[in-house]
């Protein structure tokens, strides 16, 4: 891994799939769940690398991806943001549902280059973007989505905290949430839910109820 580029190593570690809930989307996904994460730790424990969060679809942007492409007037003509955006799932299915622009941040150079390949994949226009933008202002941002964040509690925390001043000044931020720990339970106004079919061995079961929640500016 150390002499591969990112890209290379995702492409190489990945097949260019769907999920079932989003046979429009194509993404590099891994499919041995399990060697793939055991690769990957093997190799994290000697470089200090993150989990290969952009090699799989998690449920809660499987959903809001869902809700995008079944209710594009949601994003058609906005200017998007696909927080934590992982494989870039969601900010395709923005792109696809008519937005005018969409940005994709992740932290992990990895996702960075998931991002790029899956919206080249799809054919669409997703600009990948390098950093944590997490406690800054959004100006220009017509809409936040963000799919599965709410796993850590100091992510979730620091995440929502922002999410919410972001809501306030009159942006759409929705989250989708297949009922992880530290999803906020109030302040929060459901928008739409889809049943997920997931990976026995990623997620412990074979569906997720999965929720899309617009975040309101107070709790
Ligand atoms: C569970 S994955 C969800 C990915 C994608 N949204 C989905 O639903 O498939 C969480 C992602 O959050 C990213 N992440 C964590 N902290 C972040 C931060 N402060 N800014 C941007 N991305 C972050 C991770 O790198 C990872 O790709």
Redesign the pocket.
């Known amino acids: 891994m150390n002499n591969q580029s990112p890209h290379d190593f995702v492409r190489d570690n990945t097949t260019l799939t769907t999920t079932p809930l989003l046979p429009e989307i194509q993404l590099h996904l891994a499919t041995e769940v399990t060697a793939l994460w055991q690769a990957t730790e093997e190799t994290l424990a000697a470089t200090n690398l993150?989990p290969p969060?952009?090699a799989?679809?998690?449920?809660?942007?499987?959903a809001?991806a869902r809700l995008l492409l079944d209710r594009p007037e949601l994003v058609a003509g906005k200017s998007v943001l696909?927080?934590?955006?992982?494989?870039?799932?969601?900010g395709i299915a923005a792109a696809r549902a008519g937005a005018a622009r969409v940005q994709s941040?992740?932290?992990?150079r990895f996702?960075l280059s998931a991002i790029a390949l899956n919206a080249g994949a799809n054919g669409v226009e997703v600009k990948p973007v390098s950093?944590?933008?997490?406690d800054r202002p959004l100006p220009g941002i017509d809409v936040v989505l963000?799919?599965?964040?709410c796993?850590e509690r100091p992510?979730a925390e620091?995440?929502t905290a922002w999410l919410r001043g972001v809501a306030a000044t009159g942006t759409l931020v929705l989250l989708?949430d297949p009922g992880r720990a530290y999803v906020p339970t109030s302040g929060i106004e459901r928008v739409g839910a889809y049943t997920v079919p997931t990976s026995l061995e990623l997620e412990d079961r074979e569906a997720r109820d999965t929720t899309i929640w617009r975040l309101l500016p107070d709790a």
Do not use: E, N
């Open positions: 993150p969060y952009w799989f679809a998690w449920p809660g942007g499987q809001v696909d927080f934590a955006a992982g494989t870039g799932l969601v941040c992740d932290i992990d996702a950093a944590d933008l997490v963000a799919g599965d964040v796993y992510m620091r995440v989708g």
